[in-house]
């Protein structure tokens, strides 16, 4: 697509967006795979309508106020990215230029307010607990509280598993194949702290020394979502600051995550500190970045796990942030066929957002609500006995859906299943 656009005043990530506009061709293959077009069947609420509204606001012909509407309700999965004939790269033009039009543009009382909570809670492990166990008492009074904070308590689990101290050094189990350091991550801490636990041993189990560094935080994935990059690149300096030495000394052969997201988010460093004297350090950390089923996939098993006890029948979901963000869609599988006695189905379209997309099911509760029951019933429509994912955000939304058809399907990240296969 042609385009004027100024890149002087896009900054340092001007190329990038302005290139994203240059590779879309208006073909329309995007439009099968966009979740908010599916469900709202609106040309603006689609990746090119999108891409054509960003490139009209950036050439001076649209207002902030006109075009970010159809920007808060996209949800970031990047499933056009996948669909795309022409290699858009719909996520270096999204992210900054939300970034960009969020120091300007002007939010209501309720938005600051729930932006604020998001902020300042969910990044911290601690006050997210604190915030949750609170929260659970809120129910009751849910009905009478405003929309987006309403939508928080729906989505807290009735119980809070209890913390899981995590050591700084876990040896590998045996002849040592690989040294990792895991980012602990900040949400799933809190939600399902058994994930971590589960890594560990798994990676243990494989030969893998595991390190935690003290000191990291969160990755800074959900600020960078909502527009927040001042925040998104304080959070992720810290982990650079803890991360970048031990790839620099050649002390570890992978930062590994277990959280989509955060692997997704963790791979933008370099285009989020482009021009700044972090982006050295941020592109090495990008480029060492894997998923957890990534990473164990290509140093391979040492040994296939032992049969399940009884057959069990196992519904894969394609986190969003792992399977287009990042491609990686064939290593869960392959782990997860490598467990005797376990049968892997597909879910009908399973290449469709469940509508978690980082804080979407907060900020935009009607269409992350349709997206949660569509996904909910396709994943029915297996008839498996249970649904495994890579990333906390879906196994929430997931969870908030199936519940709702009084489902007892059970609930696995690929990693637990693993460790539970192991015995």
Known sequence: MQHTIDLEQLGPPGPEMAHAVEKCVHCGFCLSSCPTYKVLGEEMDSPRGRIYMMKEQMEGNLSLDEVMPYLDRCLGCMACVTSCPSGVEYGELLTPFRAQSEKTRKRTIMERTTRLLVRETLPYPDRFRLSATVGKLAKPFKSILPGPL?????????????AEALPEITPAIGTKRARVALLSGCVQQVLSPSINSATLRVLARNGVEVLIPRGQGCCGSLAMHNGEGDHASALARQNLTIFGPLLERGEIDAIVTNAAGCGSGMKEYGLLFKGTKYEERARLFASNVQDISLFLDSLGLVDPPPALPEPLTVAYHDACHLAHAQGVTSSPRRLLRAIPNLTLVEIPNGEICCGSAGTYNLEQPKIAGTLGEQKA??????????????????????????????????????????????G
Do not use: F, K, R
Not at 150 to 162: E, R
């Open 150 to 162: 309403g939508a928080m308590l729906d989505l807290l689990p009735q119980t809070l598993p209890s």
């Open 377 to 422: 019933a396709n994943i029915l429509m297996t008839n498996a006995q249970a649904v495994v994912t890579g990333n906390i955000g879906c196994m929430t939304q997931i969870q908030t859906y199936l519940l709702q058809t009084q489902s007892s399907l059970l609930l696995w990240h690929t990693i637990e299943l693993l460790d539970e296969a192991y």
